[in-house]
C-alpha cells in the first residue's frame, strides 16, 4: 500500500520516566509496524532522541511541525515535539513529568479533533504523576473523554487479543461492589451496545455471548442464582428483538470459545473476568481499545514499568499490538464516525 | 525406558454415553501417550471394543485379568472389563449408565488400595446420571476421597497447563458466597500446605504466588480492602515462617507471569479465576489433579459432552494431557506418600 494511504496515527509518549518513550521509539522503527501503520510521536524531541540512542536503534529523530509531515521510514522517527525536559529520571514520580504526559495527550487531541490523524496510540502513562501534577484525571479514558468532550458513559473499553474481543460490564470496582452492579437492565442495554459497536468495526452479523458470573453458570441456582433471575432475563430480551446472543456461559469456556471462532465478543460482567482472560493468555499482545471517542484509541495493557525504566529492555509488543489494531480499526470507525450509539457499559 | 518400568495407570472409562470411552480409547492408542505410560482401561469390554471400531481405529481390545498383564502396545487395548452395557444410547442420562461409571471408579480405588496401579485417570462423569443412579456423590473428588477413606479436606486440586499450577482456596460456591470464605487463617494455611506439596512434588524451593482478589489488587484500598485486611497478613506470617511466597499479585498478571516461569504455582482465591486462567489459555490441554489421595489422580477438564457422544469426533486432548500427568506426578507421589499434609484448600 502507498505509505500515503496508511492510517496516521499520533503516538503519546507517555510519562517521561516511564518505559513509554523507550516502546514507542522501538515499536516505530519496527519495519513491520510502519508497514502497516503511518506514524509520529508526541513528545520532547531531545527525550526521544536520547532513548533511541540509548536503545541503539539506527534512527534519527525528525521534529515535524505537522502530522502530514510524517515520513514512513523505520530510519526516522518523526517526532511532533512538546515542551522541553532536561535530563530525564527514570523511575521517578514528579509532577512535571504528569504534567508533559498530560500535554502529550491535550496536543493529540487537538490533531484529532482538527481531522488531522486517524486515531490515537496512548504509551502507559503514571497515575501518582498525574496526581502529583494536579490532574484530576486518574487515567487516559477519562482524561481523552472530557478533553473531546465526549460523556465518560459513552466511552467503551474493548480489549482485543487474538481473536478475542472483550466488552466490560464493570470496571474499576471491588469485586464485591461489583456484583450488586450486574443488573438486567445493565446486562441487556450493554449487549445492544455491543451489537452496535461490532456493526461499526465491520461485523456484518455480531455472535455475542454473555459470561457468567458463577461457577457452572451457577449449575441451576446451586452455585448462585444470578444467571437464572438477572443474566438470563436479560439476554432474552435482547434476543427478542432479533439480537445474535448467547448466554450465561461458564467463564472458563466462553472466552476459550471466542478463541475458536464461535463468538464475535464476549461480554465480561467484572473487570478480572475478561482481563484474565486475555492478558493470562499474551500479556503483551492484548490492546486496549477506546471506543465512543471521535478517533480510535489503542493502548497497550501494561503500566509504565518504573522498575525497568531507563535499563533499555522493555518489550515493545504491547506497544506494537496497540500501533496495529490502531491502524485495523482506524479507518471502520472513522467510516461510520455517526453511528455511535450511546450506551451503559463502562469504561 | 523399558515399558514395564513405566508407571502404571488404570483409565476408568466414565460415563458409558458419554465421550469418556471415545477420548480413553483414542488416548490409549497414541504411540506418544504409550511412550510415556503404560494403560489399561476400566469399563465393558465389548462396549469399548465397539468405539475402537467406531473410530476405526487399528488396535484391538485385549481383557486383562490383573493390571500388570497390560502390555505397551498401541494396536492393543487392554481392558479390566467391567460389567455388560448392551447396546449405549449415547448422550442419554440413565441410572445404569451412573452406576456403571462408579463401579468402573470403585475397581480402580481397589487397584490402588492393593498397590497394583501407581495412577488412576478418569473419563468424564455425569453427574445427573450419577444422581439418577443414586450416588451420594457431586463428583469424582468426594467419591474418590470416601471411597480411599481420605478425609475430603486433605484432598487438594491443582490445574496444570504447560507451566501453570494452580491451586484454590474456594471452589464450588458463588462468587457472592466465596468472598466472606477468604479469610487470613485460610489463606495462610493454603500457603503452607501448597509449599508441602509442591515439595513432595518435586520442587525443591517452591515459589508460591498468592493472586489477588480485585482489581489492580486492591489499588491500596481505593478498590476493595480484602488485599490490605485479609490477604496480605496471611502472606506476610507464611514468610516469616520462611516460606517463599508473593502476593498478592493482580490476577490478570499473576498467572501470566507464573507462565513464564516467575511462580511454582498460584493460589487461586476463588473458582473462576483459576479456571479462566488455565482453560482460556488451553481448554484441551487443562489437566484437574488430585493430590492428598493415595495414588495419584489426573482427568481433563471438561465433561461428558453428550452432545457429541457417539459422533466420533471428540478431541482426546485433555485426556491425553491428564495421561501425561498421572504418568509424571505418580512416582513423585508415591516416593513420598508419607509426606502428605492436612490443610485447608478446597478439593
Chains 1, 2 share one sequence.
Not at 489494531?325 to 461510520?336: K, N
Amino acid at each position: 500500500m502507498n505509505a500515503e494511504r496508511l492510517p496516521l496515527v499520533a503516538v503519546t509518549v507517555g510519562d517521561p520516566a516511564g518505559v513509554g518513550p523507550e516502546i514507542a521509539v522501538r515499536a516505530l522503527t519496527n519495519r513491520a509496524i510502519r508497514d502497516s501503520v503511518r506514524g509520529f510521536l508526541i513528545g520532547d524531541a531531545v527525550q526521544i532522541a536520547h532513548v533511541a540512542a540509548a536503545c541503539e536503534l539506527a534512527a534519527d529523530v525528525e521534529p515535524i511541525g505537522a502530522p502530514g509531515d510524517a515520513r514512513s521510514d523505520t530510519r526516522i522517527i518523526p517526532v511532533l515535539s512538546e515542551g522541553s525536559l532536561g535530563d530525564v529520571v527514570h523511575g521517578q514520580v514528579r509532577a512535571e513529568y504528569g504534567l508533559a504526559a498530560v500535554s502529550y495527550i491535550e496536543r493529540a487531541v487537538e490533531l484529532a479533533r482538527n481531522g488531522l490523524v486517524d486515531g490515537i496510540v496512548t504509551a502507559p502513562i503514571n497515575k501518582e504523576a498525574l496526581k502529583a501534577a494536579g490532574s484530576r484525571y486518574p487515567g487516559h479514558t477519562e482524561m481523552l473523554a472530557a478533553l473531546f468532550g465526549t460523556p465518560e458513559q459513552q466511552t467503551y473499553t474493548m480489549f482485543t487479543v487474538e481473536r478475542l474481543r472483550i466488552f466490560f460490564l464493570t470496571r474499576h470496582h471491588s469485586l464485591a461492589r461489583a456484583i450488586p452492579l450486574i443488573t438486567t437492565d445493565r446486562v441487556r442495554t450493554a449487549i445492544i451496545d455491543i451489537d452496535r459497536l461490532l456493526r461499526m468495526l465491520g461485523v456484518d452479523h455480531p455472535r455475542i455471548a454473555v459470561a457468567a458470573l458463577n461457577p457452572h453458570a451457577g449449575e441451576h441456582g446451586l452455585l448462585g442464582d444470578e444467571e437464572d433471575e438477572i443474566i438470563a432475563p436479560a439476554i432474552d430480551a435482547a434476543r427478542e428483538t432479533g439480537l445474535d446472543v448467547v448466554g450465561p456461559i461458564p467463564a472458563d469456556s466462553v472466552f476459550w470459545q471466542c478463541r475458536q471462532g464461535a463468538h464475535d465478543a464476549v461480554l465480561s460482567l467484572y473487570h478480572d473476568q475478561g482481563h484474565i482472560a486475555a492478558k493470562t493468555l499474551d500479556f503483551f499482545g492484548t490492546v486496549s481499545v477506546t471506543l465512543g471517542l471521535p478517533v480510535i484509541r489503542t493502548s497497550p495493557e501494561h503500566g509504565t514499568a518504573f522498575d525497568i525504566a531507563g535499563s533499555w529492555v522493555a518489550n515493545p509488543a504491547g506497544q506494537e499490538a496497540a500501533m496495529i489494531s490502531a491502524a485495523q480499526l482506524a479507518p471502520r470507525v472513522l467510516g461510520s464516525r455517526d453511528a455511535m450509539p450511546a450506551g451503559q457499559t463502562e469504561q
